[in-house]
């Protein structure tokens, strides 16, 4: 049985400014099931990222209502993914992989059990003990990555994981995600630009209108799990990018 992990209910955000308001987004609504993974796009400035820093708990929404596991009485663990990997510089990879356990409070040996799970489950064996500065970006996003899965967060926020990735490393590690998501589901709300990333890794994806963001289009990703990357060459894939295409402006 499914259940609803994430309910967004009429939210607007405004943003007050020495200019007047800005409002960021505006009246939407959507929810999320366990282990569902959606993706988010829409043009730039349209309130993507201001969504996930709502459900991160950096902004408070200005009307409406979010709610994240309703039903459990612990507070949700929410972990979050930036175009740039924020790494602590002077830790190693699994100090960094950690990091985020260390603050709930797990004990050491504990801790570096799980991280060492996710180092190698995210392809980073030999590297525990390299510091950020000997990584490439694909190396630090993936140690991002891995730190963010490794306190089993309820609900996982990535906004633009591979912006800043060059298009073939961008490549690989969208397939990398589908892997990872396909031996341990997550609920994963992912912002992203890439059509052909949102339809290889997501159940559903949500196009945004231009600035404020509301919903211009709800759309189910019908390809059966578990998928392959040669999914992406299907006749069915190029409609349904066009169709997505024509949803964001792009079609011409
Ligand atoms: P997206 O991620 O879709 O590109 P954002 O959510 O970052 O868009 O931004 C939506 C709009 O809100 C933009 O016009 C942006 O300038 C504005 N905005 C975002 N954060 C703030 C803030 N903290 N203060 C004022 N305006 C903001
Ligand atoms: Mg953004």
Known sequence: MTSTILQVKNLSVTFKGDNGDLEAVNNLSFNMDEQEFVCVL?????????????????VQPGEGEVNISPGSDR???????????NLMPWRTVIENVTLPLELL???EEKRNARAREWIDLIGLQGFEKSLPHDLSGGMAQRVALARAFVQDPDLLLLDEPFGALDALTRERMGDELLRLWQVRRKTILMVTHSISEALLLSDRVLVFTPRPGRLALELPVPFERPRSSGVRFTPEFGSLSQRLRESIGLAG
Do not use: D, M, Y
Request: no cysteine; proline share 6%.
């Open 42 to 58: 829409g043009p730039s400035g349209s309130g993507k990222s201001t969504l996930l820093r709502v459900l991160a708990g950096l």
């Open 75 to 85: 507070k949700p663990v929410v972990g979050l993914v930036f175009q740039q990997a």
């Open 105 to 107: 409070g797990v004990e």
